[in-house]
C-alpha cells in the first residue's frame, strides 16, 4: 500500500507538473516548451503499462479542459463576422423599442396598472441587452491597431473602456428607475436608454456591407426616418390636447376612436402642409401649429434630399449607361452613320449592361490593388482558364498573372472576331456563348463550332517570324463574350517565368507541324508520280540571237552559237576511228580554240588601244577650235566696243 501511496502522489505530481506547463504555453503560445530532463528520468521509472495507463487518463482529463478553457479564452469577434451582425439586430431592436414607446408611454395612456408588469418585463429584458453588450460582446471586438489586428482579450477590453462608446453605453443604464418610488413608473425616466445610439450607425454600416443591394436598405432607413418625425409629431399632438383639454376645441384630440391613429393622421397633415385642418383658437395652439409648420417644412426638405441621393446613388450606374448611349447616338447622327450600324451599336450596349450590369470591367477593377484584383480574377475566372489545355502544365502563378490581364468584350451575333490573313496580336477565350469557322466563297460554310471554354488565336500569338497571320474566318454565332489576351501583356508574363515560356513554345511548334505535314506528304506524293518537263527557249533569247545574225555584229550571243557548233564539230568522233581518233580530234579541237582566244584578245586590245587615240585626238580639236573661237569672239567684241565709244 505505501508504494500504492508513492505512486499516486508521483503521478499527481507530474499531472500539476503538465498542467503548468499547459498553462503558460496558453498564455504564450509562442514560447517553445520542452520537457525536463529531470521529469523524463522520473518517468523513464515507471514502467510501460502505468505510463501507458498515466497517458490515457491524462488525455482523458485534462486535454478536455485544456480545450475548454483554450476556447474560452480565444472567443473574439470581428466587426464583420455574421454571428456580431445579428447581436447587434437584437441590441438595435432593444435601442428601437426604448426610441419608438418611451414617446407613446408617456403621451397615450396605453400603461395602466393591469398591464405593468408587461411594460417592465420588457423595459427589463432590453436592458438585460445592454448589459450582456457591454460585457461580453464589446470587450472581445477586434481592433486594429496600427495596421495590426488585435485579437488579445486584455488589449481588446482596455481599448474598448478607453473609447466614447463605453462612455456612452455605461450612461444608458444609469438607473434612474429608482425614482419610481417616487413617482410611478414614468417612460421618461428611461430616456437614458436612448444614448445608446451608436449601435445603431454600427448595424447600419454592417448591413451596408452584407447586403448586396444596399440602396434597398437605406431606403427603407430613410423611410423610418419619416415615420419616426410623424410618430413624434402625433405624441405631441395628444400630449397637448390632453394639455388643452380633450375635445375642448375644434383644433384638439376629440377624444373618439382610435387615439393614436387620429393623432398620427393629424401629423401628416400638418408636417406635409396638406392643409383641411381647424383653425387654432388659442394662443397654445397657435403656436404648437407653428412650430409645426416650421419643423415640417424643414423635415421634409431633408427626407426629400436624402432620398434623391439614395436613389441617386442606387441608379448611378443606369445613368452612366443611359449617357453614354445618348452621346454615342448623337455622335453617329451627327456624322450620318448609317442605320444598320446604328441598330447593332444600340444592341451591343443593350445586351453588355444587361449581361455585365456595366459596359467596363477594368473601370471598377482599376481602384482596387492588385491583390484585391487578383483575387477578384481568381474567383470569377480561373475555373475558365483552367480547363484550357494550352495552359495545363504552366505555372500556377503565371496563370495567376495573365488572369489579371484579361479584357472581357462581347460581340454581336454575325461579328468576324478576326479574319484570315490578318495581323494576330490577341488570343481569344470563349467565356460565355459559341464562335464558327467559316470559309467558301461567301463565307458561310461552317466548317468548326467552338464552345465555351475553349481557346483560338494562339498560333498568332505564339507564333515569330511571320507567322502571326490568321490562318481562319471566325465569326459568332449569337452572343459571345470573350476574354482577349494580347500578345504583349503575355510577353511581359513570360519574361519572369521560363520554363513556361518554354513549354508553350513547344506547344506551339507542334500546332504548327500539325498544321504543315499534310501539305509536305501531297508534295512529295506530286514529286514521285509526275516529271516536270523540260522549260522551253525564253523568246526574248530567240529574238536577241535573230537580231544579231541579221545585222551582222559579233556579239555575244553570235560568238556564244558559235562555240557551241566549234565544240560539236570538234567532240564528235569520226566513224571507225575509235576512242584514239576521239582523243585526238579532242586535243585538235582545243588547239584551236587557244588560238581562236588569243586573236579575239589581241583584237580586243587593239580596239581600245584605237578608241584611247581617236578619244585623245578628238579631245584635242575640239579644245583648239573653242580656243580659237573663243579669241577670234573677244577680239571682235572689243573692236565693236572701242568704236561705239568713239562714236560717243
Not at 169 to 184: A, K, N, Q
Not at 402 to 417: A, E, I, N
Not at 596 to 609: A, F, L, M, Q
Request: aromatic share 12%; proline share 3%; net charge positive.
Amino acid at each position: 500500500p505505501l508504494a500504492g501511496l508513492d505512486r499516486l502522489n508521483e503521478l499527481v505530481r507530474l499531472f500539476k507538473g503538465r498542467t503548468e506547463r499547459q498553462k503558460e504555453r496558453l498564455i504564450d503560445p509562442d514560447e517553445s516548451e520542452e520537457e525536463s530532463p529531470t521529469a523524463c528520468t522520473k518517468n523513464m521509472k515507471l514502467n510501460e503499462s502505468q505510463r501507458s495507463a498515466s497517458r490515457g487518463f491524462f488525455e482523458f482529463v485534462f486535454f478536455r479542459h485544456v480545450r475548454r478553457s483554450e476556447r474560452r479564452l480565444t472567443v473574439d469577434f470581428c466587426p464583420t463576422d455574421l454571428i456580431y451582425v445579428i447581436w447587434l439586430f437584437f441590441v438595435v431592436a432593444a435601442w428601437n423599442w426604448n426610441v419608438w414607446l418611451i414617446p407613446v408611454r408617456w403621451a397615450f395612456p396605453y400603461q395602466t396598472s393591469e398591464n405593468i408588469h408587461l411594460w417592465l418585463l420588457a423595459d427589463y429584458t432590453c436592458d438585460l441587452i445592454y448589459i450582456i453588450d457591454i460585457l461580453v460582446f464589446q470587450p472581445r471586438l477586434q481592433f486594429v491597431r496600427g495596421g495590426d489586428i488585435v485579437c488579445n482579450k486584455k488589449d481588446m477590453r482596455e481599448h474598448y473602456m478607453t473609447t466614447e462608446r463605453f462612455k456612452m453605453d455605461i450612461i444608458s443604464l444609469f438607473p434612474l428607475e429608482v425614482f419610481y418610488y417616487f413617482t410611478g413608473v414614468n417612460s421618461l425616466l428611461r430616456f437614458p436608454r436612448l444614448l445608446k445610439y451608436m449601435v445603431f450607425s454600427e448595424f447600419n454600416d454592417r448591413m451596408e456591407s452584407v447586403m448586396k443591394k444596399a440602396y434597398i436598405y437605406r431606403v427603407i432607413r430613410t423611410s423610418m426616418y419619416l415615420l419616426y418625425s410623424l410618430h413624434i409629431n402625433a405624441c405631441l399632438f395628444y400630449w397637448g390636447s390632453d394639455y388643452e383639454g380633450l375635445g375642448s376645441t375644434k383644433w384638439v384630440y376629440n377624444g373618439k376612436g382610435n387615439a393614436y391613429i387620429r393623432c398620427y393622421y393629424f401629423a401628416v397633415k400638418t408636417l406635409i402642409t396638406i392643409g383641411g385642418l381647424p383653425d387654432p383658437t388659442t394662443v397654445f395652439e397657435i403656436c404648437f401649429q407653428l412650430i409645426n409648420y416650421f419643423v415640417g417644412v424643414f423635415a421634409f426638405s431633408i427626407m426629400i434630399g436624402q432620398m434623391r441621393d439614395v436613389v441617386g446613388a442606387a441608379t448611378a450606374g443606369e445613368n452612366y449607361y443611359r449617357a453614354c448611349m445618348d452621346s454615342t447616338v448623337k455622335y453617329m447622327t451627327s456624322y450620318n452613320i448609317p442605320r444598320e450600324v446604328q441598330n447593332r451599336i444600340k444592341t451591343w450596349y443593350d445586351y453588355t449592361w444587361k449581361s455585365q450590369g456595366m459596359l467596363d470591367e477594368q473601370e471598377l477593377l482599376i481602384q482596387l490593388p492588385t491583390k484585391m484584383r487578383l483575387d477578384i480574377a481568381v474567383d470569377v475566372n480561373y475555373a475558365i482558364v483552367s480547363k484550357v489545355a494550352l495552359f495545363q502544365g504552366c505555372d500556377r502563378q503565371m496563370v495567376f498573372d495573365m488572369l489579371t490581364r484579361l479584357k472581357s468584350v462581347v460581340y454581336l451575333p454575325g461579328d468576324f472576331v478576326c479574319k484570315k490573313g490578318e495581323i494576330g496580336r490577341e488570343m481569344y477565350i470563349i467565356k460565355q456563348g459559341e464562335v464558327q469557322v467559316v470559309g467558301g466563297p461567301d463565307l458561310q460554310t461552317v466548317f468548326v463550332t467552338i464552345r465555351a471554354g475553349s481557346v483560338f488565336g494562339e498560333i498568332s500569338l505564339l507564333a515569330g517570324g511571320g507567322g502571326n497571320r490568321r490562318t481562319a474566318n471566325v465569326k459568332a454565332h449569337g452572343f459571345a463574350n470573350l476574354f482577349i489576351l494580347d500578345k504583349k501583356d503575355l510577353a511581359e508574363i513570360l519574361v519572369h517565368y521560363p520554363e513556361s515560356e518554354k513549354l508553350l513554345r513547344k506547344k506551339a511548334k507542334k500546332m504548327l507541324t500539325k498544321d504543315k505535314k499534310p501539305e509536305e506528304k501531297e508534295g512529295t506524293k506530286g514529286a514521285k508520280t509526275v516529271i516536270p518537263p523540260r522549260p522551253d527557249t525564253p523568246e526574248m533569247f530567240k529574238a536577241a540571237l535573230k537580231v544579231t545574225e541579221q545585222a551582222g555584229i559579233e556579239g555575244t550571243f553570235a560568238k556564244l552559237k558559235k562555240l557551241m557548233l566549234t565544240n560539236v564539230s570538234h567532240g564528235v568522233p569520226k566513224q571507225g576511228g575509235g576512242e584514239e581518233g576521239s582523243n585526238t580530234a579532242r586535243k585538235k579541237g582545243k588547239k584551236k580554240d587557244m588560238k581562236r582566244g588569243k586573236v579575239e584578245r589581241k583584237e580586243r586590245k587593239e580596239r581600245r588601244k584605237r578608241r584611247r587615240v581617236e578619244g585623245n585626238k578628238g579631245g584635242r580639236v575640239f579644245l583648239k577650235k573653242r580656243r580659237k573661237e573663243g579669241i577670234e569672239g573677244g577680239r571682235t567684241f572689243v573692236k565693236e566696243r572701242r568704236k561705239g565709244e568713239i562714236k560717243e
